[in-house]
């Protein structure tokens, strides 16, 4: 399948800690995107990393690319209530197809 | 800029009647994405437009679930007859267009229910 497989399903964080989630995919990809949900809305774009990138950064924003071994992580650091929400996935072929992992539920408590 | 625009928001109906779901993309956005998110999971592609014409409808339910997109702009999404397990939220999603790099744009969603 061409969907990624995020780690852990959920995650429990006090605020001011760092927070990790994986995603793991089977099939060479264009790029993988990490997108985020609030509850009841649509998602949002976080960040982009190309195949042929390691790392990106954006603000609290860290995310690394092992091409080798099919895998991804996002690392969000000094995290915040504000940032208790879903993560996915997205890992994205050729004529931009875009396929979802089933997310990491992330809950910073104040 | 406005965003991707869904309607209905809510929408209550009975097994084995019919729905139909409206979207408008983001202006000038040349690719237009259907998803399924079902409670507690992932957004599951149903279908993909490159301006009028279908990219991907490989998880597409075709026996109950059609879609269309008018001129190349905005799209309708229809299930008839639905079916209990098609309670989910349907996402539609817009993309500027083919290019990689391209990040995509989701609209709230059209929250359905059938009982």
């Known amino acids: 399948s061409q969907q990624g497989e995020e780690d852990p399903q959920a995650l429990s964080i006090q605020e001011g800690e760092n927070a990790t989630m994986n995603c793991s995919y089977k099939t060479s990809i264009n790029n993988l995107q990490w997108y985020r949900q609030n509850s009841g809305r649509g998602l949002v774009h976080l960040i982009l990393?190309?195949?042929?990138?390691r790392e990106k950064h954006s603000g609290r924003l860290r995310v690394t690319l092992d091409t080798s071994k099919k895998s991804s992580s996002l690392l969000i650091t000094a995290s915040r209530a504000a940032d208790t929400a879903s993560y996915f996935c997205?890992?994205?072929?050729?004529?931009?197809?875009?396929?979802f992992g089933s997310g990491t539920k992330l809950n910073v408590k104040p | 800029e406005a965003g991707v625009a869904q309607s209905p928001r809510y929408k209550i109906i009975e097994k084995r009647q019919s729905v139909a779901f409206w979207c408008n993309p983001i202006s000038g956005h040349a690719t237009l994405y259907w998803y399924q998110q079902i409670l507690g999971q992932g957004p599951k592609l149903l279908i993909q437009f490159q301006n009028n014409g279908v990219v991907d409808d490989s998880q597409l339910p075709k026996d109950r679930f059609s879609a269309e997109r008018l001129k190349g702009v905005d799209s309708t999404l229809k299930i008839q007859p639905a079916k209990l397990e098609d309670s989910a939220v349907y996402l539609c999603?817009?993309?500027?267009?083919?290019?990689?790099?391209?990040?995509?744009?989701f609209g709230e969603g059209s929250w359905l229910t059938v009982v």
């Open positions: 997205a890992t994205v072929y050729n004529f931009n197809k875009f396929y």
């Open positions: 999603a817009s993309s500027p267009g083919r290019s990689s790099g391209n990040t995509i744009y």
């Open positions: 990393i190309r195949s042929n990138e």
